[in-house]
């Protein structure tokens, strides 16, 4: 599992055609790929499961926790996430996201997935 940012704080000024917005790029694909949104509400839960397909889960609203590897993996990895938090999972890896509060997030899932192209990886903190 990595965790990237897509947050205001690291996309670029737009002023192209007279506009004024910041632009934070995710993603560049020429392979097929599948977008979802999930609503998660209060003590939602996406179950634990393995990644059929390489897949990013960009979270735009809320909060919650994901968590990646074998259910009695001693390297198993726990992570906070908020809203601007790009979680990516390789294909076969097992994994599982939850709320307390409810989160919104968008789900991307594709056989050729590069986040690093255009996303940081978050720092730890």
Partial sequence: MKIYNFGKEVGNPITHYDSNFIMSRILSNDAPARVGCMHLEANGIIGYHQAPVPQLLL???????????????????????????????????????????????????????????????????
């Fill in 59 to 125: 979270i735009v609203q809320g909060e919650g926790q994901v968590r990646s590897g074998g259910k009695n993996d001693s390297a198993q990895v726990i992570a906070e996430v908020k809203a601007g938090d790009a979680i990516f999972w390789e294909q076969g890896e097992w994994h599982e996201t939850l709320s307390l509060q409810g989160l919104t997030a968008f789900v991307i899932e594709s056989e050729e997935m590069n986040p690093a192209q255009f996303m940081p990886e978050k720092s730890e903190g």
